[in-house]
Nanobody, 120 residues
Framework: VQLQASGGGLVQAGGSLRLSCEAS????????MGWYRQAPGKQRELVGS???????NVVESVKGRFTISRDNAKNTVSLRMNALKPEDTGVYFC???????????????WGQGTLVTVSS
């Protein structure tokens, strides 16, 4: 199983970016897909997530600016980021809580991370 994220880059404050992530491989079922981020010198933190049949949720600090969307058929999750601020700078990681074919347990997988830099 692999998670491939893309879409990071350099943007000015107030700008927008869209991150995408696709989970591929021997996947039987994906429960939760979401995004975390890690700012320089800080711990990784949750940005938002969406369960298989649920609504997307984002943390308070990005509400009204970031939107998560998911395509269950394609095992993809996107993060639309608007009104970006310098404090949004960091490496963004996609994550998926999924079950592989031939197994009975779910486990968490991480993408490789994509860098978002917001200049002031």
């Amino acid at each position: 199983v692999q998670l491939q994220a893309s879409g990071g880059g350099l943007v000015q404050a107030g700008g927008s970016l869209r991150l995408s992530c696709e989970a591929s491989g021997s996947i039987a079922s994906v429960n939760v897909m979401g995004w975390y981020r890690q700012a320089p010198g800080k711990q990784r933190e949750l940005v938002g997530s969406q369960t298989l049949a649920g609504s997307p949720n984002v943390v308070e600090s990005v509400k009204g600016r970031f939107t998560i969307s998911r395509d269950n058929a394609k095992n993809t999750v996107s993060l639309r980021m608007n009104a970006l601020k310098p404090e949004d700078t960091g490496v963004y990681f996609c994550t998926a809580y999924l079950r592989e074919y031939g197994t009975i347990s779910y486990r968490n997988y991480w993408g490789q991370g994509t860098l978002v830099t917001v200049s002031s």
